[in-house]
């Protein structure tokens, strides 16, 4: 195998940019937009100096917001670090759009770009599909919308209760639901629902407001809704809503089957005649939950011994994430849910947020967003911006193949072999509960903006019609019924990213298929993966999963074929 291991990080050279030009003031920025906009472009070599020089201010902007984000996320109690990424979404992103549109026209009125590579292909299509959509009345909109969204993760963030006299973030908090004792599971259990359930009006009511925005902003554009403006906006070419619809079909026929029998061998070998939602993280023969690491510094150690050991590069990227302090994993009190890798695209390394408290799921987690922190150190060489803005069928496909492709070496988190049976038992059973839970709340966002006027009841009744079609017939809600109502307020993609979820569904699929790959030829399948994450996108999805060597297809036929390996490996187990 061709090594390649990452060199010492450094950031792009700026040649268009003062490297002391303050970024809080929009009168600082300005004048590098207008020189984009007024420039001549006479020839190939000055629209590619133009492209260049558009990547380098693009790049900064960029980093300089996603740096705002961080440091908010990381502490949601400090209002100066909300107001400071507030004031960007506010006051400089809505000068920022209409120069954005103006810029995309520019490119597409230049005569010499049909003399650029095929690379840019995607990119002219990405460009019709921006000033398709959009309109300066939507400027003011979207910095309404973005501030509401960031009030979801404060109110999440902010959820705690209290067990055995401690106070913990409800995802601290969800490992007791690992606990043998039935009767803390229980407790615990519903300490979490009861503490949900005093935001869930707050919740509904916000939900509400960004429902009411998101189909204004729509209809302004002169879509008929909400979901078919955002697959324009989110450029998928690839497939449309109707395959989506089919994709959900498929999971739920090809699936949920399985999932019903999974439950009900949990069920026997609990030796319940009730299956409970406090039941179903339990390790099934009474053992105490596993701790493969007890803080963010431990579990970054064992990922740079498991990455090392898949391929030397993937240790060189977290050895250097951890060098330059570009990580916050353990989970606190005031920290924004959730996790992430944050491209930063000036300093050519990416920032890994999480929350973790010393579970497998952490576990998980880490080698998933190491996943995208190698896409990204992979990527940051290409030499115009939009190659490596990633589409999430892409982009999630390098995590949910990581996630997979590590468990091959996850004695380096479960030294005992028994723990790591059962942690890639565990796996494979969240591989196969994952793609009914993605079809679930895919569809119901398809039923959220096809009913845009919709009341909180209705859509209560309809988030219950859905996920009961999707979910397991063995478990019983007929006393936690309002759990079940207020479930769907725990996916932070329906406020923050509203219809990028599926897109985990269609790159599980292929992760399942790279992981397939690895078992039968490991040399071979990491050459052929990281070929694919190379790539960016400056080629199609389709192409992108055929250099993985595997098929970006989401039919019933091709899903059984997927779940039926993972039954087998699962038995394996």
């Known amino acids: 195998m061709t090594s390649n291991i990452l060199n010492a990080p450094e950031k792009i050279r700026r040649n268009f940019l003062p490297a002391n030009l303050d970024l809080l003031k929009w009168e600082s920025i300005e004048p590098f937009y207008l020189d984009l906009q007024n420039r001549e472009l006479n020839s190939i070599a000055d629209l590619k100096k133009w492209l260049s020089d558009s990547t380098e201010l693009e790049s900064i902007i960029q980093e300089h917001v996603g740096w705002l984000y961080i440091r908010m996320t990381c502490d949601t109690t400090d209002k100066k670090l909300t107001d400071a990424y507030t004031h960007f979404v506010e006051n400089i992103n809505p000068k920022i759009e209409p120069f954005s549109d103006r810029l995309n026209k520019k490119f597409l009125d230049c005569t010499f770009r049909t003399e650029l590579d095929k690379r840019y292909a995607l990119y002219v299509k990405q460009v019709e599909n921006s000033i398709r959509i959009f309109r300066e009345e939507n400027i003011a909109l979207q910095a309404e919308m973005t501030v509401k969204e960031q009030k979801y993760g404060e109110t999440a963030g902010a959820m705690t209760v209290e067990v055995n006299g401690k106070e913990l973030t409800l995802q601290q908090a969800s490992n007791f639901l690992k606990n043998p004792d039935r009767k803390v599971r229980d407790e615990v259990y519903h300490k979490i629902v009861a503490r949900r359930q005093q935001d869930r009006d707050k919740l509904d009511a916000l939900f509400l407001e960004l429902i009411a925005l998101r189909h204004r902003m729509a209809r302004q554009a002169g879509f008929a809704n909400f979901r078919d403006y955002k697959f324009v906006e989110l450029d998928r070419f690839d497939y449309t809503p109707e395959d989506c619809l089919r994709f959900h079909e498929s999971v739920r026929t090809a699936v949920v089957p399985v999932l019903d029998t999974l439950q009900e061998e949990r069920k026997a070998q609990l030796n319940l005649d009730v299956l409970k939602p406090w039941d179903l993280s339990v390790d099934t023969q009474g053992r105490e939950d596993m701790k493969p690491f007890t803080k963010g510094e431990e579990l970054m150690g064992q990922t740079i011994r498991c990455f090392s050991a898949i391929h030397p590069y993937f240790g060189e990227v977290t050895q250097t994430l951890q060098r330059l302090n570009y990580v916050d994993l353990d989970s606190r009190i005031g920290k924004a849910p959730g ?13 890994i947020f999480m929350n973790a408290s010393g579970s497998l799921r952490d576990v998980v987690t880490m080698v998933h967003e190491g996943g995208h922190a190698i896409h990204s150190m992979l990527t940051r060489d290409l030499d115009f911006i939009g190659f490596k803005e990633l589409p999430s069928e892409v982009a999630e496909l390098a995590s949910m193949s990581m996630e997979l492709i590590s468990m091959e070496h996850w004695h380096h988190f479960f030294p005992n072999p028994d723990d790591l049976r059962r942690a890639r038992r565990e796996q494979l059973e969240n591989v196969l509960e994952t793609l009914p839970w993605i079809a679930c709340v895919d569809h119901f966002q ?39 109502e207020a479930m769907w307020q725990k996916q932070l993609h329906l406020f923050e990213v509203p219809f990028y979820y599926i897109e985990y ?48 297809d989401f039919s019933e036929k091709y899903i059984h074929e997927l779940v039926d390996f993972v039954k087998v490996e699962l038995a394996k187990v």
């Not at 096809?450 to 859905?466: G, Y």
């Not at 269609?506 to 993966?529: F, S």
């Not at 389709?542 to 250099?547: D, G």
């Open 505 to 552: 569904g269609m790159a599980q699929l292929g992760a399942i298929a790279v992981w397939r790959n690895y078992k039968q030829n490991p040399e071979k399948a990491i050459e052929q993966y990281m070929n694919a994450l190379r790539l960016g996108y400056s080629c199609s999805i389709p192409e992108v999963y055929s250099a993985a060597g595997i098929r970006f």
């Open 339 to 351: 996790g992430y890798n944050y491209p930063l695209y000036e300093s050519g390394v990416p920032f």
């Open 446 to 484: 398809h039923w959220l903006y096809m009913n845009p006027d919709h009341t909180v009841t209705e859509r209560t009744e309809a988030w219950k019609r859905i996920y009961l079609q999707f979910s397991s017939k063995i478990v019983d809600w007929s006393t936690d019924q309002s759990a079940l």
